[in-house]
């Protein structure tokens, strides 16, 4: 019996092996970002460090990366934050390209083996996919201080590995704040010590009561090797409570490193810990910041729900009669999809749509649209469509059936609070689904049939010629989270426009009574 505990022993201490990640995803994925500070017209649209109540995201963009590589084996979506202040997202960004180098360096070695097996098998597998995802949230922020938790996942063909980070900044420095810059005391790093202790304590007793042992003797040196490791694990240091992060529902999250696993917790270890247990030891003004966050996160004001109550509604009333336009039955028509944002570019995007009276379709990532609420809402005033692009843009073929209706509903619910409607259909990220997938989404599947290549081609020339090739019918790819896609976009216009072709929505395209759960549409022909 020893032998088997030994075994599942030495599995609970199983540190995750480093990572790898496939070729060199792209070029450097930031270099057309260069200028992204110098132009104040794009970086936001909304005042600097005004002062703000209703949102813990108010001056908070974000920018995203979405690279593939190896035939789309290799996939990075990568988002970091981008506010008022220089220093803050230059930091912002170093963290998010230090995380991608290390994805790289992981996945290369990952395609050299796949590369290898093929050469010995001969067989090819579509399916053996690495990832790296990176989001970010904003746990508590005031004009003084802005709190980061950024979130990474890499997945490797069956072998997932997440990780979390707390970044603290003052908001009008720019400086950084590391987690002893929070507290007033030092005792802090006994506090947390103390609490993190027991709670790993508890976590090993539980897992070790699970284990058939031979002897209580067994056990109990089972037990006190447990509390050794814990003990080292957990020591008196500021470096061992290097990384906290807070959460939305009033607890701070202690990040503990894997090489301090311990019997019966696998992976990075997280403890728990009631802000009330250490606020005593919290600066005032952390307190305060983080008595005034929410536990319940309500970014926006309820919105008036559509189609509500009896008689037409007093807005609607005075409102010019809409023209009557032909249907894409009768004129060419071509619905331009977005996908990936809000960006910090999307703004601009609406800017130029709004400007030649050009309707599309946004397939959003919901994290961001959480963040840029405001933008979603003049997406819906200004006539866009907005279509579900899940939570945090996984490749769903790697999730669970619960997981793949979180990101589905998760989304779906932050879009009806803001517009007051949910998503009529989605687009799964890196078109990545099968019938599984398919089914258990249970909404309409809009592909594409116009491939522009906007993330590889950073050239709004290339882009724009590859889209203005479109036929009537086609449903065209682009992402707003690419400046260069949105330069393009006059020219688009303008040439489609001129061979008579009407920019619509995707479901005026197919028309409303088409769009069927678990079916998938390409272009306009796939209507019935
Ligand atoms: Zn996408």
Redesign the pocket.
């Known amino acids: 019996m020893i032998k088997a505990a030994l075994i599942i022993f030495a599995l609970m201490l199983a540190v995750v092996p480093s990572l790898s990640s496939c070729q060199p995803i792209r070029p450097d994925p930031v270099e057309h970002e260069a200028n992204l500070f110098h132009e104040p017209g794009l970086a936001t649209t909304r005042s600097p460090v005004a002062p703000f109540h209703l949102s813990k995201y108010d001056n908070v963009s974000v920018y995203t990366i979405?690279e593939s590589d190896n035939d789309g084996r290799s996939l990075l979506?990568v988002s970091y934050p981008v506010t008022e202040h220089g220093a803050i997202n230059a930091r912002m960004k170093e963290v998010a390209l230090e995380f991608i180098d290390e994805y790289r360096v992981a996945s290369e070695e990952i395609e050299a083996a796949y590369q290898e097996y093929r050469r010995d098998t001969g067989r090819v597998e579509a399916t053996l996919v690495t990832s790296y995802r990176q989001h970010f949230d904003v746990s508590a922020a005031d004009t003084n201080m802005i709190f980061f938790v950024v979130s990474g996942s890499r997945y490797v063909g069956g072998w997932s590995d997440e990780q979390a980070y707390g970044y603290f900044f003052e908001r009008r420095s720019g400086l950084e704040m590391l987690a002893s810059d929070l507290f007033v005391d030092y005792l802090y790093v006994q506090r947390l010590s103390d609490l993190t202790r027991s709670a790993l304590e508890k976590r090993a007793r539980a897992a070790i009561a699970e284990i058939d042992f031979d002897s209580d003797a067994a056990r109990s040196k089972w037990l006190e090797l447990s509390e050794k490791w814990i003990r080292d694990a957990t020591p008196p240091a500021p470096e061992a409570f290097d990384n906290i992060l807070f959460g939305e529902d009033g607890t701070l999250r202690v990040r503990l490193d894997v090489y301090q696993v311990v019997p019966g917790l696998e992976g990075v270890v997280e403890v728990e810990v009631a802000i009330d247990e250490i606020a005593d030891l919290l600066r005032a003004d952390v307190r305060q910041l983080l008595a005034r966050m929410s536990p319940v996160d309500v970014p926006f004001p309820q919105p008036v729900l559509k189609g509500q109550g009896a008689g037409t509604p007093l807005s609607q009333s005075l409102q010019p009669p809409v023209e009557e336009q032909p249907s894409c039955l009768e004129v060419p028509c071509v619905a331009l999809t977005f996908?990936?944002g809000p960006s910090i570019y999307t703004e601009r995007l609406l800017d130029i749509l709004k400007e030649h009276d050009v309707r599309a379709t946004f397939?959003v990532?919901g994290q961001s649209a959480r963040i840029h609420a405001a933008t979603i809402r003049r997406m819906d005033e200004e006539g866009h469509q907005i279509g579900n692009?899940t939570w945090n843009?996984p490749n769903l073929t790697e999730l669970s059936d619960e997981l793949i209706q979180e990101q589905i509903q998760r989304t779906d619910s932050i879009i009806s609070q803001i517009i007051g409607e949910t998503t009529p259909h989605m687009?799964p990220?890196?078109a990545a689904y099968n019938d599984h997938v398919l089914a258990v989404s249970g909404m309409p599947f809009i592909l594409w049939s116009v491939d522009p290549l906007d993330w590889r081609d950073r050239d709004p020339e290339i882009v724009a010629a590859r889209i203005i090739a479109s036929p009537a019918g086609a449903i065209i790819l682009a992402?707003d989270i690419h400046r260069t896609t949105v330069e393009a976009m006059p020219s688009i216009v303008a040439s489609l426009k001129g061979k008579g072709i009407r920019f619509v929505t995707v479901t005026e395209l197919l028309g409303p009574q088409t769009l069927e759960s678990g079916h998938t549409y390409f272009r306009q022909s796939d209507r019935e």
């Open positions: 979405e979506h996908d990936d397939f990532v692009h843009h687009r990220p890196y992402h």
